[in-house]
DNA sequence: GTTGACCTTACCACAGTGGGAAGGTTCACA
DNA sequence: TGTGAACCTTCCCACTGTGGTAAGGTCAAC
């Protein structure tokens, strides 16, 4: 089976899949006469495992890992938990601080008219660093805080 | 004053001043004799609009149109809203995929006892790609269903 | 035999940040 | 006046993960 073949069953870029052997996420291809890589349906299986890792946002690295246990009779499932469990937190986080960041943008988009004058509390906002100043519900009469709170996102940057 | 001194005044690195004028973020900063950068309050401003916006999200190329609407004093502050939305929904799209990710993975992880032994659910999925199979409030008895519903995140790897 | 689709390697690019090397400057203190 | 620490300069390399592209070889159908 052509990288190309193996590429559509498995969902793997052709460039992906040669990469991952580069970095030895995939052991050394088969190689026909002409020196084509052959796959056969163990690679498929193994190339599958990554990409549904990668959908899971894992890093390869991690996934390196995930490869090991996999291959491992005698592995434990609490070493894998333990490592979806991380990832899983890391998700959490960056989807947090994602947020965070679309909360104090919104909140900035909707201060601002959209009437084509140039005044504008967003950028006046980038300008500062503080955030709209009244009209929260729940911040004290015209108390102006920080854009985003500077606790881990950008903190020390 | 220093880069050094701007660098803590602005909390943007010394790396990260000089990077942005190369890539024409930043003007060319003002040299003393001895080639050290200058740097006034104007600068020090534009430093803490850019890691404004970068706290916020905001790629360098969208920090740069920020900033030449930021200089413009016929702007429309649609143009400024426009740009948010934009960046908001990009946000809230990333950060959705990302949850989507944890929730899958987590109960992948709520499904494995961790108990030591080498049978292990994640790994399961891993191989499959499927979901685990029972005790899911809202899926039909026994039922499987694909880890990450391929729409936008990972559709077309 | 020709043609088009495929494969090979090898390099460059992106965004954003950090690290480090090799060398020059500034400033305080002895 | 010398010295040492802390700073600055430029230049190159690293990371992640993916894509592009170029120059060349192969395969299969017609």
Chains 1, 2 share one sequence.
């Not at 008219?113 to 709209?132: H, K, Y």
Request: hydrophobic share 35%; net charge neutral.
């Amino acid at each position: 089976m052509n990288i190309g073949q193996a590429s559509r069953a498995s969902g793997v870029s052709p460039k992906m899949i040669r990469h991952y052997e580069s970095i030895g996420l995939m052991p050394p291809a088969q190689r026909r006469d002409s020196g084509y890589r052959d796959y056969g349906t163990a690679d498929l299986h193994r190339l599958g495992f990554i990409r549904h890792a990668r959908d899971l946002g894992f890093s390869l690295d991690r996934i390196r890992v995930l490869l090991g246990l996999w291959g491992d009779p005698g592995r434990s499932n609490a070493d894998v938990k333990a490592i979806a469990n991380a990832h899983v937190a890391e998700l959490e986080l960056r989807a947090r601080q994602l947020n965070e960041m679309a909360d104090a943008l919104r909140s900035l988009a909707d201060a601002c008219d959209g009437d084509g004058r140039p005044d504008c509390p967003i950028i006046t906002s980038l300008e500062t660093g503080m955030a709209v100043p009244a009209c929260h519900p729940d911040t004290p009469e015209g108390a102006t805080e920080p854009l985003i709170p500077r606790t881990k996102a950008g903190a020390d940057r």
